[in-house]
């Protein structure tokens, strides 16, 4: 449709369609044959109104929504097709490791072509718009949600986020095999008060800017056709009611002008901050902050009709986001094809594809960070005639998605690592022997949330005899073995929202195990499934390798195994910092400097006396199979001004014996500003694959836009003087080379 065509439609709704297309429903309103099968007791709209819904969520299944939209255009008094959201987090038919794993990749282009896997097999399944990415900055591992973003930085963040809004988006919309990001949740969700789900955010405006917004702005930059608010409340003010991030910043600093929607029920859970009381009073301030559509919950439904018949809001106000719904809609091609891309046959054969499984596959290796790998003990080799014992829940179980998995399509088609490994070298000398239950009736999530635990009761070891025969016997597959493969972690659904930890440790009953094993073995290697840091202290200083696996997906046993035994060496690098405790948290790499720290490191940061300054594995650390000397580290000029770039380069040598990746990274540090401002921040990273023997110079451009930060005045600008550059391995790095900016 042209604009025209679009402004003569709007003018020729009535009130009760404007109203549909700004309320999102459920799909629960539709039985299984598509059809409105009238309200049920959660909801409050009768056939008609649902019949004018402008979008729903939680619809799965091309046939079904090829069936509630036939019914929905033959309804609705202009016929307007509805758009179909979904939480597609990390994959659709095929599940890749979850947006953390892929963070640690260090690679956009990684993340883009599984977001672009995704749409692909999304949009013929007949979803329209995923709420992703997530682009919340994490430094909190108490957060249930890390796994969902791309770990503490921002800069590192800012590039995930648009690759993904890329993959998904393609350049038109309107193409086959594209969905529409919905990048989220604006703003700083992640920032909750130690890790609190849905606590207090309380951010500065300089932090908000020069943190905790960019990503978010780069997302929008790079064309994501939505963006989500957050429930959060930032200073005491909600987001979804925040006019200040959501219209001064979004739509008139950044310019954007695509559909923003609230998170699920994100207006009413207003209410919860003690801001509005009413449904109308809700309605009003999150028309004012120009929240286009609804998600759920149906203030908009139940507050709007009274506001305009008072004159409190106006119609251009309801317009303005009705409009916007409709220009997704024309986005997505929905007025010449209601049904897009929606393809059952399609949708079906990509079930398995063969292309997108070897991603998933290439992605474990490339997302996987080795943090530990004393005496070389890795990768493992099936044929010296060593007995490996691989020990712990994840030799046998399946469910290694992490949390947001669609994964109820893959139960029967998924390997184990057991299964993996003994497919692999059939005449291996192995033993495969899970020694316990993923969790045990004395872990605290049990005992303080019994409800939850009632959704993993089938996980839950409550036989105490059973759990001490089972480590015993696993302990003496140990005792007779050479080395052991510990494969061990969180339970997989212990992750994603609604799952902050007080405690970030392994279950209780695994570590038991791995106690029990250490005693007898001491060529322990571990294979750690986790959604977030945890505490692994005990566990690194007993192993002898420990391999942080996250939730690798639908190949998770697979490319274990081809990392395990060196047919892929791993390359992933933290972003996120594992903390020696929990006590540590929040932790990250970029810490503002200050004194009187209790230990003379160079490290200005203040501490505890009970516990290390830095943290246990610090952001942009890993290891692979082969090491490298990092020398001849340049600057192309030893002054930088305005309009003109510098050039830092290095020379990075292979010395170990075999080809190798390394993510080289590049930081800089402003010592002194207006305002204080980090020991280090991440201003570029490359990947680049390097021979045995062979050196690589990698160069990096640094303008005065880099060195740029929101001074006391709030201005954003670079000031003459010295800037520190770090180009190395990881943030751990000391040396630098300097220029003065002029
Ligand atoms: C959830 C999440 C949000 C998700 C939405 C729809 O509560 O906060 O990330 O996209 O609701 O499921």
Same mark, same amino acid.
């Given at each position: 449709?042209?604009?025209?065509?679009?402004?003569?439609?709007? /003018?020729?709704?009535?009130?009760?369609?404007?109203?549909?297309?700004?309320?999102?429903?459920?799909?629960?309103?539709?039985?299984?044959?598509?059809?409105?099968?009238?309200?049920?007791?959660?909801?409050?709209?009768?056939?008609?109104?649902?019949?004018?819904?402008?979008?729903?969520?939680?619809?799965?299944?091309?046939?079904?929504?090829?069936?509630?939209?036939?019914?929905?255009?033959?309804?609705?008094?202009?016929?307007?097709?509805?758009?179909?959201?979904?939480?597609? &987090?990390?994959?659709?038919?095929?599940?890749?490791?979850?947006?953390?794993?892929?963070?640690?990749?260090?690679?956009?282009?990684?993340?883009?072509?599984?977001?672009?896997?995704?749409?692909?097999? /999304?949009?013929?399944?007949?979803?329209?718009?995923?709420?992703?990415?997530?682009?919340?900055?994490?430094?909190?591992?108490?957060?249930?949600?890390?796994?969902?973003?791309?770990?503490?930085?921002?800069?590192?963040? #800012?590039?995930? @986020?648009?690759?993904?809004?890329?993959?998904?988006?393609?350049?038109?919309?309107?193409?086959? %095999?594209?969905?529409?990001?919905?990048?989220?949740?604006?703003?700083?969700? %992640?920032?909750?008060?130690?890790?609190?789900?849905?606590?207090?955010?309380?951010?500065?405006?300089?932090?908000?800017?020069?943190?905790?917004?960019?990503?978010?702005?780069?997302?929008?930059?790079?064309?994501?056709?939505?963006?989500?608010? /957050?429930?959060?409340?930032? %200073?005491?003010?909600?987001?979804?009611?925040? =006019?200040?991030?959501?219209?001064? !910043?979004?739509?008139?600093?950044?310019?954007?002008?695509?559909?923003? !929607?609230?998170?699920?029920?994100?207006?009413?859970?207003?209410? #919860?901050?003690?801001?509005? $009381?009413?449904?109308?009073?809700?309605?009003?301030?999150?028309?004012?902050?120009?929240?286009?559509?609804?998600?759920?919950?149906?203030?908009?439904?139940?507050?709007?009709?009274?506001?305009? $018949?008072?004159?409190?809001?106006?119609?251009?106000?309801?317009?303005? +986001?009705?409009?916007?719904?409709?220009?997704?809609?024309?986005?997505?091609?929905?007025?010449?094809?209601?049904?897009?891309?929606?393809?059952?046959?399609? +949708?079906?054969?990509?079930?398995?594809?063969?292309?997108?499984?070897?991603?998933?596959?290439?992605?474990?290796?490339?997302?996987?960070?080795?943090? =530990?790998?004393?005496?070389?003990?890795?990768?493992?080799?099936?044929?010296?005639?060593?007995?490996?014992?691989?020990?712990?829940?994840?030799?046998?179980?399946?469910?290694?998605?992490?949390?947001?998995?669609?994964?109820?399509?893959?139960?029967?088609?998924?390997?184990?690592?057991?299964?993996?490994?003994?497919?692999?070298?059939?005449?291996?000398?192995?033993?495969?022997?899970?020694?316990?239950?993923?969790?045990?009736?004395?872990?605290?999530?049990?005992?303080?949330?019994?409800?939850?635990?009632?959704?993993?009761?089938?996980? &839950?070891?409550?036989?105490?005899?059973?759990?001490?025969?089972?480590?015993?016997?696993?302990?003496?597959?140990?005792?007779?073995?050479?080395?052991?493969?510990?494969?061990?972690?969180?339970?997989?659904?212990?992750?994603?929202?609604?799952?902050?930890?007080?405690?970030?440790?392994?279950?209780?009953?695994?570590?038991?195990?791995?106690? +029990?094993?250490?005693?007898?073995?001491?060529?322990?290697?571990?294979?750690?499934?986790?959604?977030?840091?945890?505490?692994?202290?005990? &566990?690194?200083?007993?192993?002898?390798?420990?391999?942080?696996?996250?939730?690798?997906?639908?190949?998770? /046993?697979?490319?274990?195994?081809?990392?395990?035994? @060196?047919?892929?060496?791993?390359?992933?690098?933290?972003?996120?910092?594992?903390?020696?405790?929990?006590?540590?948290?929040?932790?990250?790499?970029?810490?503002?400097?200050?004194?009187?720290?209790?230990?003379?490191?160079?490290?200005?940061?203040?501490?505890?006396?009970?516990?290390?300054?830095?943290?246990?594995?610090?952001?942009?650390?890993?290891?692979?199979?082969?090491?490298?000397?990092?020398?001849?580290? =340049?600057?192309? =000029?030893?002054?930088?001004?305005?309009?003109?770039?510098?050039?830092?380069?290095?020379?990075?040598?292979?010395?170990?014996?075999?080809?190798?990746?390394?993510?080289?990274?590049?930081?800089?540090?402003?010592?002194?500003?207006?305002?204080?401002?980090?020991?280090?921040?991440?201003? %570029?990273?490359?990947?680049?694959?390097?021979?045995?023997?062979?050196?690589?110079?990698?160069?990096?451009?640094?303008?005065?836009?880099?060195?740029?930060?929101?001074?006391?005045?709030?201005?954003?600008?670079?000031?003459?003087?010295?800037?520190?550059?770090?180009?190395?391995?990881?943030?751990?790095?000391?040396?630098? &080379?300097?220029?003065?900016?002029?």
């Amino acid at each position: 449709m042209t604009e025209k065509q679009l402004k003569e439609l709007l /003018a020729d709704l009535s009130f009760q369609e404007k109203l549909g297309e700004i309320q999102q429903i459920t799909g629960a309103y539709f039985g299984d044959s598509g059809i409105v099968t009238g309200t049920d007791e959660d909801h409050i709209l009768n056939e008609d109104e649902v019949n004018m819904s402008g979008s729903v969520i939680n619809v799965v299944g091309a046939a079904k929504i090829r069936e509630v939209q036939e019914e929905h255009i033959k309804n609705h008094p202009h016929h307007i097709p509805m758009v179909f959201m979904l939480d597609i &987090i990390h994959g659709f038919a095929t599940s890749f490791p979850t947006p953390l794993a892929q963070s640690c990749s260090f690679e956009p282009e990684l993340v883009e072509a599984i977001a672009h896997e995704t749409a692909r097999e /999304a949009s013929v399944s007949g979803q329209h718009v995923t709420f992703s990415p997530m682009v919340d900055i994490c430094r909190d591992a108490r957060w249930g949600r890390v796994m969902e973003s791309y770990g503490e930085d921002p800069y590192l963040t #800012s590039k995930m @986020g648009a690759a993904a809004v890329k993959g998904y988006q393609g350049d038109d919309l309107s193409k086959e %095999g594209t969905i529409a990001a919905c990048v989220k949740h604006l703003a700083a969700y %992640g920032m909750v008060e130690a890790g609190r789900e849905y606590g207090t955010v309380d951010t500065s405006e300089r932090f908000l800017r020069q943190y905790y917004l960019p990503a978010y702005k780069e997302a929008c930059d790079a064309g994501s056709a939505l963006l989500m608010s /957050a429930f959060t409340a930032n %200073g005491g003010v909600p987001a979804t009611a925040d =006019k200040h991030v959501m219209v001064d !910043i979004l739509r008139d600093e950044w310019g954007f002008d695509g559909a923003v !929607i609230t998170d699920y029920g994100s207006t009413r859970t207003m209410k #919860s901050h003690g801001v509005p $009381e009413t449904d109308a009073q809700v309605a009003k301030l999150a028309l004012e902050a120009q929240i286009d559509i609804e998600m759920c919950l149906y203030c908009y439904h139940n507050g709007l009709p009274e506001l305009l $018949e008072k004159g409190e809001i106006t119609m251009e106000q309801i317009d303005r +986001a009705v409009y916007r719904v409709l220009q997704l809609k024309n986005k997505l091609g929905l007025f010449e094809n209601p049904y897009r891309y929606t393809d059952e046959q399609k +949708a079906y054969e990509l079930k398995n594809n063969p292309e997108a499984l070897a991603l998933a596959r290439e992605s474990v290796s490339r997302t996987v960070v080795l943090l =530990k790998n004393e005496e070389k003990i890795l990768p493992l080799n099936a044929n010296d005639n060593k007995k490996i014992a691989f020990i712990g829940p994840y030799v046998e179980e399946w469910d290694m998605y992490g949390g947001w998995s669609i994964r109820n399509q893959h139960k029967i088609d998924v390997k184990n690592i057991h299964t993996a490994v003994s497919e692999r070298y059939p005449d291996g000398d192995f033993v495969f022997n899970d020694g316990c239950m993923l969790l045990g009736d004395d872990e605290e999530m049990v005992k303080f949330s019994p409800k939850r635990a009632q959704l993993y009761k089938e996980y &839950i070891e409550t036989d105490h005899k059973s759990r001490k025969e089972r480590i015993a016997k696993a302990v003496e597959d140990a005792k007779n073995a050479d080395t052991v493969v510990m494969c061990i972690g969180e339970h997989t659904k212990i992750g994603g929202e609604l799952s902050s930890r007080a405690n970030i440790v392994i279950p209780k009953i695994q570590k038991e195990l791995f106690d +029990a094993v250490a005693e007898v073995n001491d060529n322990i290697i571990v294979v750690l499934f986790n959604h977030r840091p945890l505490d692994i202290s005990d &566990i690194a200083e007993k192993a002898k390798a420990v391999i942080v696996a996250w939730f690798p997906g639908i190949m998770a /046993a697979d490319g274990i195994t081809d990392v395990l035994f @060196g047919d892929k060496a791993p390359t992933g690098r933290l972003t996120m910092c594992f903390p020696h405790t929990v006590g540590q948290c929040p932790i990250y790499y970029a810490q503002l400097p200050t004194d009187h720290s209790p230990v003379t490191e160079d490290y200005y940061v203040t501490g505890f006396i009970d516990c290390p300054l830095t943290p246990l594995y610090s952001f942009g650390e890993g290891l692979t199979y082969t090491e490298f000397e990092y020398s001849n580290i =340049k600057l192309s =000029k030893d002054t930088l001004s305005e309009g003109e770039t510098l050039i830092a380069s290095v020379d990075v040598k292979n010395i170990g014996d075999r080809d190798g990746v390394e993510t080289v990274q590049l930081y800089i540090r402003d010592p002194y500003a207006a305002v204080s401002r980090p020991l280090k921040e991440l201003k %570029g990273f490359k990947k680049v694959a390097i021979k045995k023997g062979e050196t690589v110079t990698v160069e990096f451009q640094l303008t005065t836009e880099d060195m740029k930060f929101y001074n006391v005045e709030l201005e954003y600008i670079w000031e003459p003087g010295e800037i520190q550059v770090f180009i190395g391995p990881n943030s751990t790095i000391k040396e630098h &080379i300097d220029f003065k900016l002029v």
